[in-house]
């Protein structure tokens, strides 16, 4: 088994999602060696398949944790964390959302509790919505391209935050000192409606698209005839309560604190996938 040293790669998980993705990528710009793994990848990382775990931790000095990302997320962490600890990974730093801190259900922080309570130097992140929902959650992509999306936020606002922001933090906080013990909750610049999303979105490609409040009941009924599990579908209608409650309207200023910069707004995020094709057929 080989010690971290202070030397060793940076593990990141979860190297093929949303914020993974870019931070592989960030960390390989700023010259450090970096083993991404996922299911998917050629270091093999699982959650749920131990003999993995080995491989993905040997030798490295810190890691990026997104967990798994459903009811056992917290015991595979709590399983997981001490292994990583216990094979000299110096750093630990955990993606987890602002609204499991909000919601005041002790189980929504089991994850956290458990990445604390593992003997480690640890990082938390907080983020809010990400604007990449729009371009690759298929809960959210889809019905803008179908152009309407019956949602049930009401008037709520939500201020979306770009996975590329959360990416820059994580490689600031995994590759600097300082941070150890540190919980940052992470936002955009300015909260939006789910309408004033969506008509960012249509100016900006051109599509007629529209929001349509919706009560949470119709929101799940929509959803599990699209073959959503129905817990599933009760879970992300509750997520869309919390903004239509207005919970989630307030901005933090982790972005600014890490790195010292605005985080990027949503018409920038906007136009640049638009420009990308990300709604194209
Ligand atoms: N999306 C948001 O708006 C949002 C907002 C706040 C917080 N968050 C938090 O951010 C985290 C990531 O969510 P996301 O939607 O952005 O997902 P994501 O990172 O885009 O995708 C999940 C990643 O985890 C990997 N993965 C999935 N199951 C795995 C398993 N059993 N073992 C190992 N790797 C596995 C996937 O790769 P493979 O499939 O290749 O394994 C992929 O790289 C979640 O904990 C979520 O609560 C998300």
């Keep these: 088994m080989e010690r971290g040293n202070g030397h060793g790669p940076i593990l990141v998980i979860g190297a093929t999602g949303k914020t993974g993705r870019h931070l592989v990528a960030r960390l390989r710009r700023l010259g450090e060696d970096v083993r991404a793994a996922a299911r998917s990848t050629p270091v093999r990382f699982d959650w749920f398949d131990e003999s993995t775990w080995e491989p993905a931790v040997s030798g490295a000095r810190a890691a990026y944790l997104v967990d798994a990302q459903d009811e056992h997320a917290a015991e595979r962490m709590r399983a997981f964390a001490p292994f990583a600890v216990e094979r000299g990974v110096e750093r630990l ?26 003997g480690g130097a640890w990082t938390i992140l907080r983020p ?10 298929e809960i959210l992509r889809a019905p803008v391209r179908t152009g309407e999306l019956p949602l049930p936020s009401g008037d709520g606002m939500e201020p979306f935050i770009d996975a590329e922001d959360i990416a820059e933090v994580a490689a600031a906080v995994l590759t600097r000192d300082g941070h150890e013990g540190g919980v940052y909750a992470l936002s955009g610049p300015r909260a939006l409606s789910m309408g004033e999303a969506v008509d960012t979105i249509a100016k900006a490609t051109g599509r007629a698209i529209r929001y349509v409040p919706v009560s949470e009941d119709e929101y799940v009924d929509g959803l599990t005839a699209r073959g959503v599990p129905p817990g599933q579908a009760r879970f992300v209608a509750k997520l869309f309560g919390w903004i239509r409650d207005g919970e989630d309207a307030y ?4 972005v600014q604190r890490v790195l010292g910069r605005a985080p990027r707004d949503f018409t920038d995020f906007v136009a640049a996938a638009a420009a990308a094709g990300a709604w194209d057929d």
């Design 128 to 137: 809010t919505w990400f604007m990449q929902g729009f371009t690759e959650d």
């Design 93 to 118: 730093v955990l993606l987890s959302a602002r609204g499991w801190a909000d919601s005041g259900e002790p189980e929504l922080l089991a994850t956290e509790n458990a990445l604390t309570e593992s």
């Design 251 to 254: 901005l933090s200023d982790g």
